[in-house]
């Protein structure tokens, strides 16, 4: 059974930085994509990164890009996202998600139409991130 764990949420004042993980257990796929998403009190989800496994191609979406950093530790199954400068307007529950790849990367895909839900099969739970003003 693939299981995607996120921890790392907090509460954190503007300009400050969080590191979010996404543990991934059971994922057979040799090649994949793990994806963040992002949802705010009445919004709809939203693509925030992307990393694609086959080769480490990345995609952020272009409120977040030169502030989070997305990355994976293959030995941990552990894909992380490095949130730095954050804004209010980063306020949401962030949630990973996993999706095997077949003939191309989600994340080239990504980077003409952006970061689709629709991709992703598999979901975390999510967890809470809140900026302070």
């Known amino acids: 059974e693939v299981q995607l764990v996120e921890s790392g949420g907090d509460l954190v004042q503007a300009g400050g930085s969080l590191r979010l993980s996404c543990a991934v257990s059971g994922f057979t796929a040799q090649r994949y994509a793990i994806g963040w998403f992002r949802q705010a009190p009445g919004k709809e989800r939203e693509g925030v990164s992307c990393?694609?496994?086959?080769?480490?191609?990345?995609y952020y979406r272009k409120s977040v890009k030169g502030r989070f950093t997305i990355s994976s530790d293959n030995a941990k199954n552990t894909v992380y996202l490095q949130m730095n400068s954050l804004k209010p307007e980063d306020t949401a529950v962030y949630y990973c998600?996993?999706?095997?790849?077949?003939?191309?990367?989600?994340?080239?895909?990504?980077?003409?139409?952006?970061?689709?839900?629709?991709?992703?099969?598999?979901w975390g739970q999510g967890t809470q991130v809140t900026v302070s003003s």
């Open positions: 990393i694609s496994s086959s080769d480490g191609t990345t």
């Open positions: 998600a996993a999706e095997p790849e077949d003939t191309f990367s989600l994340a080239d895909t990504a980077q003409a139409m952006g970061l689709m839900a629709s991709w992703f099969g598999r």
